[in-house]
């Protein structure tokens, strides 16, 4: 139990779902009040601040409301008498504890605010954290576009619950309660018969929570969509306006849009629903009222005063009502963007060691790289026996530069991928400067490869900063002279601001010699034992080749260097060439 009876909640919870077999009933039912549950657990110790706050802010706020129809009552019943000291006394009193209320209420709305704010940013760095401990696995079989739609769209209707939807669906129950009890004193009677008119109201706004809940599943999931969309549209952008595709993207996204609109369409009627029977109900109950105030008065069941102090809190006491049976059903479709979130939370995380093999004994420590008996395939193999490499042995020694050369879709490029830890193997063994990877975490792992891959990544920023990237703690002259091994220096320097100069996104403002020469130098940079270039000069210009050909003989023999190559005047420079096939 968090904030209210958990019996209230599945006697509200009872009223929604109208299809379906009575398990998938309950089903539904727990299932949406454990993601409740699980959606406050997030914010772990602290959850118990946040509660208390909305409880204290709710309860303040609906004690001002409380004083202000004791005023009334007051006014009501001592002022034909004449008293008017007692009349000044009773004023001033319940003045001080409505000041009192709203001071309460002032500082509690500051601590929730603040406690929203911060398990947001909490939810924020899970899914950052998870991103970036995601298989490699996962972004191949995934559209960037549906990842960026559960930060920029899940994630932040996740965060309105904790900003604003919990708070509004807490505030109308505690406040009706704190309404009902001066209420029940004041008439019981009356009370009861406006309780039950209310109730009937509130079970025919909560039949909307479960269509509301199933639109914005909807809504998220079209959302990821037309972000896909649009992420290929603008990635694509060049090659969209020369093959005239840019078109057929764009009537994508224009066909999602129109199913976005369709489906919100029908979140509009059902608040249109809500708004007309809550409107409509809202006048119901004050005919109700007034009738059944007149009798009760007439009978002697209560005063005039009494009469006038519950008009003033029944006016609230509906309004709380109206408010509940509103927000309510629109909790449990954002808590639909919650359970996406969760979802994506619970993929499986890439292991911190290799596993799934026996550790094997260390290697010779001769050799830079050792790959023994290696057995691989993708999961969408197509060779007959499954496996892209079969047995596959490579040794390379230190200080050796090899190129590995051989047909398209023999394995080169996957070599690469299990060398960087990308990848479990099924069987055989990897060492890396005679040390057995399996005694490793990912991370010593990937300290020991330097990589510098086909089409190199350039992060938003200047070219020092990209350089930068290979060893944070560098100095602005390791960073240069990183530059200079990469034959980069000249260019560099040559630029607008020099090693300041913005290279625009993914290194838009550089040529591709320019930018692989820099992911050279950040290589460089980081000090690695290996440097692994997968088919680095395959889209240069012969010049350009040239350049970064004459920075891996600079390289020679500092380092071990493995090429994956296709051009002779690469494979040229190898001590040795290993031919898959």
């Not at 298989?135 to 900003?163: C, N, Q, T, W």
């Not at 979802?343 to 260390?362: C, I």
Request: neutral net charge; glycine residues 8%.
């Amino acid at each position: 139990m968090l904030f209210m009876p958990e019996n209230v909640i599945k006697g509200i919870f009872h009223l929604w779902e109208n299809e379906g077999s009575m398990e998938a009933k309950m089903k539904k039912k727990i299932s949406t009040w454990n993601l409740l549950v699980r959606t406050i657990r997030v914010m772990g110790k602290r959850s118990v601040l946040y509660l208390v706050s909305i409880v204290m802010l709710s309860a303040s706020l609906a004690m001002f409301g409380v004083f202000s129809a004791l005023l009334m009552k007051c006014v009501v019943d001592i002022a034909p008498t004449g008293d008017m000291r007692r009349l000044i006394g009773t004023i001033l009193a319940i003045v001080a504890g409505g000041g009192i209320s709203l001071l309460i209420y002032r500082f509690f709305c500051v601590r929730y605010n603040v406690e929203a704010k911060r398990v947001y940013g909490v939810i924020y760095e899970k899914v950052l954290d998870l991103e970036m401990k995601l298989p490699y696995a996962y972004y191949e079989k995934h559209h960037s576009g549906e990842i960026m739609s559960k930060v920029s769209f899940d994630l932040g209707r996740m965060g309105d619950i904790y900003g604003s939807r919990l708070r509004r669906t807490m505030t109308p129950f505690l406040q009706v309660v704190v309404f009902l009890v001066p209420m029940l004193l004041l008439s019981w009677q009356l009370t009861l018969c406006l309780v039950a008119v209310n109730g009937i109201m509130l079970a025919i706004d909560m039949l909307m929570a479960d269509p509301m809940r199933r639109v914005s599943r909807s809504l998220s999931g079209i959302n990821s969509q037309m972000t896909q969309r649009l992420s290929d549209l603008l990635q694509g952008m060049e090659q969209a306006r020369m093959y005239r595709t840019g078109e057929q993207t764009v009537q994508s996204y224009i066909k999602e849009n129109d199913k976005y609109v369709r489906k919100s369409r029908r979140g509009i009627v059902f608040n249109a629903i809500l708004s007309s029977s809550s409107n409509g109900f809202d006048l119901l109950c004050m005919l109700v009222f007034l009738l059944l105030g007149v009798f009760f008065v007439q009978k002697g069941f209560t005063t005039l005063g009494a009469l006038a102090a519950i008009y003033t809190l029944y006016g609230r006491f509906s309004d709380q009502f109206l408010e509940l049976g509103k927000y309510f059903p629109e909790l449990i479709a954002y808590l639909a963007y919650a359970q996406n979130i969760f979802d994506f939370l619970e993929e499986e995380r890439e292991p911190e060691h290799m596993g799934g093999l026996k550790a094997a004994d260390n290697g010779n420590s001769d050799m830079a790289v050792s790959m023994q008996d290696i057995d691989f395939s993708y999961e969408t193999a197509a060779q007959q026996d499954g496996l892209l490499l079969n047995q596959f042995c490579m040794n390379i020694r230190q200080g050796e530069c090899v190129a590995i050369t051989g047909a398209s879709g023999c394995g080169k490029t996957t070599v690469s991928k299990l060398l960087l830890g990308l990848y479990p193997i099924k069987s055989g063994s990897i060492c890396i400067e005679g040390k057995n990877v399996l005694s490793m975490t990912k991370r010593e792992w990937r300290k020991n490869i330097a990589y510098v891959p086909q089409e190199p990544y350039l992060f938003y920023g200047s070219v020092m900063e990209n350089i930068r990237m290979g060893r944070l703690d560098a100095t602005d002259e390791e960073v240069m002279e990183a530059a200079r091994l990469a034959n980069a220096h000249d260019f560099i320097i040559n630029l607008e601001n020099g090693y300041d100069t913005e290279v625009g996104e993914r290194g838009s403002r550089l040529s591709g010699g320019q930018r692989q020469r820099i992911a050279i130098a950040r290589a460089i940079l980081k000090r690695a034992p290996v440097m692994l270039l997968d088919e680095a000069t395959s889209a240069l210009d012969n010049e350009s080749e040239q350049l970064v050909n004459d920075a891996m003989k600079k390289l020679q023999r500092q380092m071990t260097i493995i090429m994956i190559a296709h051009r002779p005047s690469t494979i040229a420079l190898a001590d040795r060439v290993v031919e898959m096939g």
